[in-house]
């Protein structure tokens, strides 16, 4: 699975937009991005996934460059709740079952 | 409905003994998963489970480490001869592989810590 780079840490201002930025340079066509967040004490939790296409579901956008090196993550209303880590991942299937595989993530702390 | 479980969510043992770390998978759930995750770090795979075998078991640090899901449900991680450090959450999660999206579910995890 290609190797992803996020920063250590971001602040938000509660209500604002949080874009997390995720460098996934060596991604191969068929790899797809997710996210997923911990929240402190509680195991991780999906957030969302794309493969090249932005994506948008209840919780986050997921905005991908066209060259795929990059991604965002947009929460587009920061919530003292969306306080936690959130990880980009990177792997190569969809529907079958393969471990992920986790960096530190970036710790996300929203401020009201 | 009800989500993954893991029991005991605390457990405290002394260097040397044996330990058992339980997983309820969500119902219906074919794939189930252990993930290692130490202070500060992302969570560290162990082992995946198809059913009722190991399907990748690349993740396990030594043979002191074991996980069984005898009847493709259930599973129970297994740790023999604790070391200081193997103190650290572990976490289960389960996915159905005819999910559109593979989302992997997780527990709320097992503190472990090895005195």
């Known amino acids: 699975d290609a190797k992803t780079t996020q920063p250590t840490s971001m602040d938000c201002a509660e209500g604002r937009a949080a874009n997390l930025p995720c460098n996934h340079s060596t991604i191969s066509g068929n790899e797809y991005v997710y996210w997923y967040r911990q929240i402190h004490s509680q195991g991780p939790q999906y957030i969302i996934h794309g493969l090249k296409n932005n994506e948008t579901n209840e919780m986050a956008s997921l905005i991908i460059t066209e060259d795929r090196k990059s991604s965002t993550l947009i929460l587009p209303h920061a919530t003292l709740r969306d306080t936690a880590v959130y990880y980009c991942i990177v792997r190569f299937t969809q529907g079958g079952s393969e471990k992920l595989v986790f960096g530190k993530g970036t710790k996300l702390t929203v401020n009201p | 409905g009800a989500g993954v479980s893991q029991t005991p969510s605390n457990k405290v043992t002394e260097k040397g003994k044996y330990v058992e770390l339980r997983c309820d998978p969500i119902s219906g759930h074919t794939a189930l998963y252990w993930y290692r995750q130490s202070l500060g770090q992302g969570p560290e795979f162990l082992i995946y489970f198809q059913g009722t075998g190991a399907a990748d078991d690349s993740g396990l640090p030594n043979d002191r480490f074991f996980a069984v899901r005898p009847e493709g449900s259930v599973s129970t991680l297994k740790i023999q001869r604790t070391e200081r450090g193997d103190s650290a959450v572990y976490l289960c999660?389960?996915?159905?592989?005819?999910?559109?999206?593979?989302?992997?579910?997780f527990g709320p995890g097992t503190r472990l810590t090895v005195l």
């Open positions: 999660a389960s996915s159905s592989p005819s999910g559109t999206y593979n989302e992997q579910f």
